[in-house]
Structures are given as C-alpha cells and as structure tokens.
C-alpha cells in the first residue's frame, strides 16, 4: 500500500530563511509519481511539481526546489529566501501506475509560516 | 483552458438535513473526477473518485454518496447530516490518460450545526 509521511506538522521561519520541507513515501511499484502542491489561506491547492519515478534530476524553479532521492524514498522540497506570500500548507503526494484513476495518496501536509 | 466550479463556497446546514454538492469542469473532456474531504488542520481524505458517467468508487464507507450525471459534473450528496460531516470539501480533476497532476477547485466549506 502507498503510503507519504510529512513529519513536519508545522514550520515557521524568518522571511529570507530557507525551508526544507520533507516528505518520505513508501510504495511497492517500481513506477509511480510524485507531487506538490500548495493550498494558501484561500484553501484552493496549487499544484506545484510532478515526478516519475525514473527521473531522479533535481528540479529548480525560481526559488523553488525539489530533490528526490529514491535511495531514501524522498521527495523534498526547499524554498529559497522565503517570502510571507509563501505562507500556505504544502502537501505532498504519490501516485502509483498501478492504481486505477491515477488516484493520489496524499500526506497530512506541512504548514509554514514565514514571518515578516 | 480548463476551469473547474464548486458551489455553494460556503454552507451551514442543522443535523439530519439533506446535502448537495457540485462541481464542474469546463475546457477538457473525459477527466477524471474527484471528491475530497479535509477536516480542519487536516490532511485530504479521499472520499470518491470517477473514471466516467455513472461510474463512482467509494473509498471510505460513510453516508454520503456521489453521482456524475455528465462527463463534466459531479455531485456529491447526503441525505442526512451527521455533525462529523463538517469540513472543507474539494473537487478536482486530472486528464484521464496516464497520471497526470490534480487540478483543484475553490472547496466548500460545510457546516453542520
């Protein structure tokens, strides 16, 4: 069974501080995908990042960016130089190929606070 | 470019009463539809999810149900509240091939008194 873990329920820094957030997952697939998204105060999730399993390339946009590593099951995700707008619950999320409907298991999130 | 509705934004409704939902997407054919139910600091329970009309899968045994009438609708119902109903329900859809991301919509926030 998939499962993702976000052991980080809530984080609160400094604006310009980076922040890791981390997300492990657990499948048995050998393909699946992997995901971030963002839900601000608004409560609308963003999606943010999608990754298969067969492309382990960091991935930089902007002040995001995400490193997986399979080696540890790991999908996470680092915001550089921290901004208030980037207050909001990030949830990560995996899909395995075979689950039908590319049904997503979603983690419990990581809420992040940066204050000004 | 697609777009996807949710209303009502926001609803209280007394214990025992009835619930209706809905959600549609526009600017994309044969989606994959999905209802989502978060509890207040919460993560995202899956509730129900629909590969095509008239097709829904349960995920988690409850009171409420879920219909799609049209490619592009999903309702979800009840027909008697309980107070554990309470919580912000999201609608989303992803592209029927392969596995792609979820696109959200607004959410409901629901009440039940």
């Known amino acids: 069974a998939q499962k993702v873990t976000q052991a980080q329920t809530e984080i609160s820094v400094v604006e310009k501080e980076d922040v890791t957030l981390d997300c492990v997952y657990e499948?048995?697939?050998?393909?699946?995908?992997l995901f971030w998204y963002k839900q601000p105060p608004s409560g609308e999730l963003v999606f943010l990042i999608r990754?298969?399993?067969?492309?382990?390339q960091n991935e930089i946009s902007g002040r995001y960016s995400w490193n997986f590593q399979k080696s540890t099951s790991s999908f996470n995700f680092t915001i550089t130089a921290s901004q208030v707008v980037d207050s909001a619950v990030y949830f990560c999320?995996?899909?395995?190929?075979?689950?039908?409907?590319?049904?997503?298991?979603f983690g419990d999130g990581t809420t992040l606070t940066v204050k000004p | 470019s697609q777009t996807i509705h949710q209303w009502p934004a926001t609803l209280v409704q007394p214990v025992g009463s009835p619930l209706s939902l809905e959600c549609t997407v526009e600017?994309?054919?044969?989606?994959?539809l999905y209802w989502y139910r978060q509890a207040a600091g919460r993560g995202l329970q899956l509730l129900f999810y629909?590969?095509?009309?008239?097709?829904i899968s349960s995920e988690v045994p409850q009171n409420l149900s879920a219909s799609r009438p049209q490619d592009r609708q999903f309702i979800l119902s009840s027909k008697k509240l309980l107070l554990s109903d309470s919580g912000f329900y999201l609608c989303?859809?992803?592209?029927?091939?392969?596995?792609?991301?979820?696109?959200f919509g607004p959410g409901t926030r629901l009440t039940v008194l």
């Open positions: 499948t048995r697939d050998t393909t699946y995908y």
């Open positions: 989303a859809w992803s592209d029927r091939v392969g596995w792609d991301e979820q696109f």
């Open positions: 999320a995996l899909s395995e190929a075979s689950t039908n409907a590319g049904k997503s298991t």
């Open positions: 990754r298969n399993s067969f492309d382990e």
């Open positions: 629909s590969v095509g009309i008239g097709q």
């Open positions: 600017g994309t054919s044969n989606p994959n």
